[in-house]
């Protein structure tokens, strides 16, 4: 272990020992009761915010507490807030790739049936 | 010209005499160290789940355009299903996401009874998700409300006569309740096999860790089957709200 302290920004500048420096971090059960108290809290709320009537908003509403919920869930259950640069540049490349390829469909289908919408 | 080929690599001559090869599942010989393994476990990890991401995406998709097209139809027919089932199964879910996640935490720390019970109650939430999940499609099938030559459009062209308030539907809009459960069925269904696949995995990877397998520094498996895990989780999260709970205010 006597190695360990050089794999880290600081001491390693060019990045010639450990490429990925990913500094190693545990999640701790305290910080995990945490997140399930706050996803379990958002569940009750998603599920009441359904019985009322908020016209559009209902959905804007339910959408955007599942996407909270999920981001939680990626950061501290899946631990990407505590991953390499690499690691999370890449996730967030991905779900970019996500949101391009379901505006472009739609673009497309919006533009097939002009007036059906 | 040296090519690289041709220098001697400094692990192989140097090092070799004095370094003892310790072969640890956590640290293998191509690897320079135990965190750069990890990382690329991690990232080919992430590389499926973004896969998986595009794969239920597809169907989310699908859901947006038809929802938008046939909006009466997906109303009444997300209506049908039950909202505690659904809220019930989020909370199994959350909870069985929460005991993986304490279960990769005693690995880390090298906790061999506290990983085998959360892996063991990790897969007993699970069971539990599946089996409400087979009640309520044991439901649509006794109304039959699974799409096919047995579909019935019944329900939705003549609400008042099953007690249901919802305005009733023309024929051919109430045709497109199939389109609604044919997605139902395919996402909670696509859903539902993950977890049977991740059920699976956790029976080998609880009879792994009784072994003392991931109590003695090597947690890639645990930690890389609890990322699997929580991305099914996440799908669920999108599911509960979209086909059970946005469409609860149609007649107003």
Same mark, same amino acid.
Request: hydrophobic share 45%; charged share 5%; net charge neutral.
């Given at each position: 272990m006597a190695h360990e302290a050089i794999h880290t920004d600081a001491n390693d500048p060019q990045n010639v020992t450990n490429p990925e420096h990913a500094q190693h971090?545990?999640? !701790?059960? &305290?910080?995990?009761?945490? *997140?399930?108290? !706050?996803? &379990?809290?958002?569940t009750? *709320?998603?599920?009441?915010?359904?019985y009322v009537d908020l016209k559009w908003a209902n959905p804007v509403i339910a959408l955007a507490i599942a996407c909270f919920k999920a981001v939680i869930v990626i950061l501290f259950f899946m631990h990407v807030a505590y991953q390499s640069r690499l690691i999370k540049m890449t996730i967030g490349a991905g779900f970019f790739l996500f949101l391009v390829l379901v505006t472009m469909t739609m673009t497309d289908y919006i533009s097939r049936s002009w007036g059906l919408w | 010209m040296d090519s690289t080929l041709a220098t001697p690599h400094p692990h192989e001559t140097v090092l070799h005499a004095e370094h003892e090869h310790v072969v640890l599942p956590q640290h293998r010989h191509h690897f320079e160290t135990e965190e750069q393994q990890r990382e690329a476990g991690s990232f080919g990890m992430w590389l499926f789940l973004l896969t998986e991401i595009m794969f239920f995406g597809g169907m989310f998709f699908a859901y947006l355009l038809y929802r938008n097209w046939y909006y009466p139809a997906f109303a009444v027919a997300s209506n049908q299903l039950s909202v505690p089932l659904g809220a019930v199964n989020t909370a199994v879910l959350i909870s069985s996401g929460f005991c993986m996640a304490i279960g990769v935490w005693a690995a880390e720390v090298r906790k061999r009874g506290v990983l085998v019970v959360m892996l063991i109650l990790t897969t007993f939430f699970g069971l539990i998700f599946l089996g409400v999940k087979a009640d309520e499609y044991h439901e649509k099938?006794?109304?039959?409300?699974?799409?096919g030559s047995?579909?019935?459009?019944?329900?939705?062209?003549?609400?008042?006569?099953?007690?249901?308030?919802e305005e009733p539907l023309?024929?051919?809009?109430?045709?497109?309740?199939?389109?609604?459960f044919f997605l139902y069925f395919a996402m909670t269904g696509m859903h539902a096999l993950h977890m049977i696949i991740g059920i699976v995995l956790l029976f080998w990877l609880t009879w792994r860790a009784h072994r003392g397998d991931f109590s003695a520094g090597y947690v890639a498996p645990i930690e890389n089957f609890g990322l699997y895990w929580h991305f099914v989780d996440i799908v669920w999260l999108f599911l509960f709200p979209l086909l059970y709970l946005i469409n609860r205010h149609p007649l107003h």
């Open positions: 971090h545990i999640v !701790t059960p &305290l910080q995990y009761t945490y *997140v399930f108290a !706050t996803l &379990l809290f958002f009750g *709320v998603t599920v009441a915010a359904a | 099938y006794e109304l039959h409300h699974i799409p047995s579909f019935s459009t019944s329900m939705f062209v003549n609400p008042a006569a099953y007690g249901i308030k023309s024929p051919d809009m109430a045709q497109k309740t199939q389109i609604f």
